[in-house]
């Protein structure tokens, strides 16, 4: 089953190429829909309904692949390795550039680059290498992250309201004191990330893999967890209000002392959550 689930996984990347974050997406997202159907295998489904149920769980395939171009995509060369390139844009944008466009830096090449202290409201870092970059404190309201390699990024007290997140890798990254308000996240893998003390309200999580992350002691409000995979992560503590789980097994994510709204309470009771200390508010 694993090849096959393989197969649909190459499948749905085929028609848009190659991009730096291809191979770690693709491999984070086959462990997340295979453990999805060992799940499925153990409520008792046959091999074809677990993977049919499996496959459905990965979300909204052809959403996600809209935002993927269909020409093969290639590293812009760098001068370097990616550090002196993050200066000279990094001292580009501080000089303030509030009459001007966005730019677009899709494709290239800034592994563990410094762009902390920037403003890059609305940019396009789509397929680009990011792993390791900085961040921090930097404007990112807007900007587009699809099929990046942003595995162990800092985005300390970054402006991420409305960025886009999709088929990115994001293991590992750092999110604390972020305002993540109204940001998206689709198919990408989110393990190990830090949260600590973030503003999440209005974000959306579709199809991704938050496995192990916590969300203790937040207060969520309008945020979205659909088609994703929360094992072992823990919502101890927290508030949630207008929470949603569409197709998201939670089985085996922590409840414990949740406050939540009747109608998060019933759709989780109905997914088989446990929510013995659960709270009604």
Do not use: W
Not at 45 to 73: C, K, R
Not at 243 to 257: A, E, M, N, P, S
């Amino acid at each position: 089953m694993e090849d096959r689930i393989k197969q649909f996984l190459d499948q749905a990347f085929a028609p848009y190429g190659a991009f730096p974050a291809r191979a770690e997406v693709t491999k984070e997202l086959l462990a997340n829909l295979l453990e999805k159907y060992r799940d499925a295998k153990t409520e008792g489904m046959t091999d074809e309904e677990a993977y049919q149920a499996t496959v459905d769980s990965f979300g909204d395939v052809e959403e996600i692949m809209e935002q993927v171009p269909h020409t093969e995509q290639k590293t812009t060369n760098t001068p370097d390795d990616g550090m002196n390139v993050g200066k000279i844009i990094r001292d580009g944008l501080r000089q303030g550039r509030a009459n001007a466009p966005a730019s677009k830096l899709a494709g290239v090449k800034l592994t563990g680059a410094d762009l902390s202290d920037s403003n890059l409201a609305g940019d396009d870092f789509s397929y680009s290498a990011l792993s390791g970059a900085n961040f921090d404190r930097s404007n990112v309201s807007g900007a587009t992250f699809s099929a990046a390699a942003l595995d162990n990024v800092s985005f300390a007290d970054a402006d991420l309201r409305g960025a886009s997140f999709v088929a990115a890798n994001l293991q590992k990254a750092n999110f604390t004191g972020a305002n993540l308000n109204d940001a998206t996240f689709k198919g990408c893998s989110l393990k190990e990330i830090v949260l600590d003390n973030t503003q999440l309200n209005g974000a959306k999580f579709q199809g991704s893999d938050l496995g192990g992350v916590s969300f203790d002691n937040y207060q969520l409000e309008n945020v979205t967890f659909n088609g994703t995979s929360l094992d072992k992560t823990s919502f101890k503590n927290a508030t949630l209000h207008n929470v949603t789980f569409l197709r998201t097994r939670v089985k085996h994510t922590i409840f414990d002392g949740t406050k939540m709204d009747k109608v998060t309470y019933a759709l989780l009771q109905g997914a088989g959550a446990k929510l013995d200390t659960a709270i009604v508010i």
